[in-house]
């Protein structure tokens, strides 16, 4: 028995000496993020971790900040607010992390920033895109957003059903959760500027089983075309009840649902949705930059190549890239990153987008960065008007 | 007329899920009364079981649901061993609630450690994607066959209570456990026995929705409140009050989102639960205790 003790600890010992030999020995500079990595709207959250996590391998290899490691460390927020706050206050407070990046869904990211920035950390925004989480001209001085907003997509998605769908008469339907809500803030304004009021408005809850009632109410309506603000599971259901009530018209969606659920769990009734993204389709854009970023998405996460869509893995990639230029300039202090950020020349990032920060401006993006795209076979390309 | 009946339709067929699942809860309680809060994991325990019998390894429909459902009942029985009886022989408290709970978070994870996190796409098993016209309303084959499941369970169940010498000893042992067990029934057997049917209960109503709600890690915990909700609304220890309270609660929530305006639609559950405990606090078919 006393031997066996002997030799666990000698084993352990060893396992200690060992990890500690590896090329980068030094202290690592710690990030923190916590995400919708399961639940409602995982697709998307996994999809930004692994962008971290592809920048933060390319980031080491090639020496790290000034030799020290890059290190995430994430936490799953089950699209929970509570687990959301509780877990930023953990990385803030007791990993110290040196930026933060807050959840990838809009209701657990609006808590936990209500708790966390106060405390003047950096916080990125690279997936959330709701307004109300960094409003544009009022955002708060530690916050930076690296996506689109919903508003920019309002704009997009209400002249893509007026002007090129020519529908007049136009049906909401969206989930209760803030980035429903806030979706459906930032769709009137462009619809009313365009004449359109919407003919009919329901809502639901995430994880609602019946969708009977609304899609009946937007077919009562004679609305011409569906414009959705919800998460892929969701929108997914009400494209097969809608198929079911042979209510065909064309839908249209929020940014949300290009996570793969969508396609996957609508099948068929998901075929011919329009959606506002952040960047054009990957399958239908010919850069060199985007056809290689994805190849080697698809490689290291052997995701299913037809449901794979790059958009928010890019989006992350990016930041944490311009977050290790910030890093390595300023050092590995909290204020000196948030002013070097603001103050960071315009940033181009991997496939070629271009992001700027400054003065008042904590918006990276300009809304001509929507693009519309369309399903079609089970994948994700430019639009085509009928 | 037809679009009333669309509506009606609709709501049924939620509110059988949502039957079921009161029924599954109705099954532990009447017996131990004990309200097991996993029984939403189990319901989605039956839907990801399912998911690999049919979907995965291709086994005919009724095939995967008696395997899951036999899975699910072991685990069920699992819940009785692991989270109530310890907890029930050593004092007469609550602590209960919180072992039950915990038991289905441990479930949660677990199963997204082997299924993963996301939605799995389950195909519709009764009918396809093709609608059927019934009196111009637009239905799909599974969702009257949600309906006639549902009703069928309840219908078997009931039979069983009335008219099996086992039914007997159930409601012997749910009306005095002490007594029932003086007069020589085997009571831990016919608690475990309880469990086993929730169990089976729970994962057939877990297959059966999977088609419509996809087969997701996540959706224990809606059904789980939706089911605990139309239990409590129809009365606790009532079969036939279970699945009324289903129904009523599929109904109220398909006409609501059609009437109500959008910003309370989600307060309606609730503001139904709390009327019916303040007006008839034992459940609309329930019995005052």
Known sequence: MRGLKLGLALLLALGLSLSGGSALAADPIKIGMTGALSGPGSDLGLDALHGMEMAVKDINEAGGINGRPLKIISRDDQYDPSKAVTFAKELIHKEKVVAFFPSTATTPNLASEQVTLPGKVPHIIAGTTSDIVCPVGKCDPYAFRMAILNSWQGVALADFAVNKLKAKKIALLYDNTEYGRDGREMLMPPLQKLGVKPVYEGTFSLGDVSFTAQVKGAKDSGAEVMITWSLGAEVARIAMEKKKQQYDVPMLGSEAITMANFRSLGGAAAEGTYIADRMRAAYSNPDPNVKKFMERYLKEYKTDPKMAVPSWTITYYDAVVWLAQVLKKVGPDRAKVRDGLENSAPFIGVTGIKYAYGPGKHNAREPEAVAMVMVKDGKLVDPVIP | ?289
């Open chain 2, 1 to 289: 007329m037809s679009g009333l009946l669309q509506l009606i339709l609709g709501g049924l067929s939620v509110g059988s899920i949502y039957g079921l699942v009161a029924l599954s809860y109705n099954v532990i309680f009447k017996t131990t009364t004990v309200i097991n809060f996993s029984q939403g994991e189990l319901v989605t325990l039956g839907a990801l079981c399912g998911f690999t019998f049919y979907v995965t390894w291709g086994l005919p429909i009724f095939v995967a649901m008696a395997l899951a459902a036999g899975v699910v009942a072991c685990l069920a029985l699992m819940v009785e061993r692991l989270a109530i009886r310890p907890i029930k022989d050593v004092s007469n408290n609550f602590v209960w609630i919180m072992s039950t709970f915990g038991f289905g978070v441990a479930v949660k994870h677990t199963a997204m450690l082997i299924w993963g996190r996301s939605p799995l796409p389950f195909a519709k098993f009764i009918g396809g994607d093709e609608p059927l016209s019934l009196l111009g309303a637009l239905v799909l084959p599974q969702e009257l066959g949600i309906i006639t499941i549902a009703l069928l369970c309840t219908g078997l169940l009931e039979l069983y209570y009335r008219k099996t010498i086992f039914g007997t000893a159930v409601r012997a042992t749910a009306l005095d456990r002490e007594t029932a067990g003086l007069m020589g029934i085997n009571t831990k057997h016919v608690i475990y026995f309880s469990f086993g049917i929730s169990g089976a209960l729970a994962a057939i109503c877990g297959i059966l929705v999977s088609p419509i709600t996809f087969a997701d890690p996540t959706m224990g915990i809606v059904l789980g409140v939706k089911g605990f909700v139309a239990v409590v609304v129809g009365g606790l220890g009532s079969s036939l009050g279970a699945v009324m309270g289903g129904l009523c609660l599929g109904l109220i929530e398909v006409f609501s989102a059609t009437i109500i305006p959008p910003i309370w639609q989600e307060a309606v559950t609730f503001v139904v639960l709390i009327l019916v405990m303040l007006i008839k606090p034992s459940g609309l078919f329930g019995r005052a205790r």
